[in-house]
């Protein structure tokens, strides 16, 4: 069975841009949650998504969204982009009532 | 609410050591709880976890932690490192199943020959 994919691996934007990352869960998972990891604050929870629905999010700001689409795959958006938005954006898909989460490559944004 | 303690940033062995890496943790519920490994690179894989049941938990390449209740602590260990198990170690916590995952701050290990 695939693991889950992230794309894409890189980015580079500058200050003021919004960026779309896509991640694809495990085939025949529900649930999407999105971590993002920098050097400083470490892991933090962004969000998680279930049957297309948030319920579950952490505490960044409004310009951090997400959505889930029908076969589960999932997008997570930054607008206004901000120095301090350069991290490792991860995510990871678990079946939904289970307890373990899988976690895709990741994608490193870089912001300029 | 829950929250990871991983003491230190650093841990350094030799080849054929034993590994330990600390884990303490703060939970207002039973917890559920995971050691995940992230090599330079990549994403978090996963070592082990707890859920219920038998508090030592055996995982993948040859680790193991044990749930302690009482000590509220999840230590991870391994009787003989190996150069490729140099990689950063990160224990995480949630309050139910399927819940979010609070991480510590991770642990680097360095294996020397």
């Known amino acids: 069975k695939a693991g889950v994919t992230q794309t894409p691996r890189y980015l580079i934007k500058t200050r003021g841009q919004q960026v779309t990352l896509s991640c694809s869960p495990i085939s025949g998972h529900r649930s999407v949650s999105w971590y993002q990891q920098t050097p400083g604050q470490g892991l933090q929870f962004l969000f998680e998504y279930f049957s297309e629905t948030q319920r579950n999010k952490g505490n960044f700001p409004g310009r951090f969204s997400g959505r889930q689409f029908s076969n589960s795959r999932s997008e997570m958006n930054v607008s206004t982009l901000e120095l301090g938005d350069s991290a490792l954006y991860l995510c990871?898909?678990?079946?939904?009532?289970?307890?373990?989460?899988?976690f895709g490559p990741g994608t490193r944004l870089t912001v300029l | 609410a829950q929250s990871v303690t991983q003491l230190g940033s650093h841990v350094s062995v030799s080849e054929g050591a034993l590994v330990l890496l600390r884990c303490n943790y703060s939970s207002s519920v039973p917890p559920y709880l995971f050691w995940y490994v992230q090599y330079p690179n990549q994403g978090l894989q996963l070592l082990l976890k707890y859920t219920t049941g038998a508090t030592l938990v055996k995982g993948i390449n040859g680790f193991e932690a044990e749930f302690k209740k009482s000590e509220t602590s999840f230590h991870l260990t391994k009787p003989s490192a190996h150069m490729s198990d140099a990689a950063e170690y990160f224990c995480?916590?949630?309050?139910?199943?399927?819940?979010?995952?609070?991480f510590g701050k991770g642990i680097t290990l360095s294996v020397r020959p």
């Open positions: 995480a916590v949630s309050g139910a199943p399927n819940s979010k995952l609070t």
């Open positions: 990871a898909s678990s079946f939904g009532g289970e307890d373990t989460q899988y």
